[in-house]
Nanobody, 119 residues
C-alpha cells in the first residue's frame, strides 16, 4: 500500500514564494510524481510532473515560476513556487503513479494542501 504525506503551502502575497513537498511510502516501482491543483469552482489541473527519468513537464501557466524536483531517495517530490499570483490559489494535490510488485498499475493522490495568494 502506498501512502503520500504532503506538507508546506500556506499564505503568500502576490510575488512571493511558497513550497510544497510530498513523500511516498510503500513498495512500488515509481513512474512519475507530480502536482495538480484545484481552484474553487474549477476542475483539477496539472501543475507539474517529473518522470522517473527526470523529465519535467509544466503547465503553461506556471512555466518559469515553479520548479519541480525529486527529493532524496527518489520517493519524494518538491515544488518551489515563485512569483506567485492570486490565480495560483488552489488546493495542491500530490500524485504518484507506478507499478506494484505484481506489475499492476497504481496511482495515488495526496490529501491536498492549500495555497493562498492574497495581498
Amino acid at each position: 500500500q502506498v501512502q503520500l504525506v504532503e506538507s508546506g503551502g500556506g499564505l503568500a502575497q502576490p510575488g512571493g514564494s511558497l513550497s510544497v513537498s510530498c513523500s511516498a511510502s510503500g513498495s512500488f516501482r515509481l513512474n512519475g510524481m507530480g502536482w495538480y491543483r484545484q481552484a474553487p469552482g474549477k476542475e483539477r489541473e496539472l501543475v507539474a510532473v517529473i518522470t522517473s527519468g527526470g523529465t519535467r513537464i509544466y503547465s503553461d501557466s506556471v512555466k518559469g515560476r515553479f520548479t519541480i524536483s525529486r527529493a532524496s531517495a527518489n520517493l519524494g517530490v518538491y515544488l518551489q513556487m515563485n512569483s506567485l499570483k492570486p490565480e495560483d490559489t488552489a488546493i495542491y494535490y500530490c500524485h504518484v503513479d507506478g507499478l506494484t510488485s505484481d506489475n499492476e498499475y497504481l496511482e495515488v493522490w495526496g490529501q491536498g494542501t492549500l495555497v493562498t495568494v492574497s495581498p
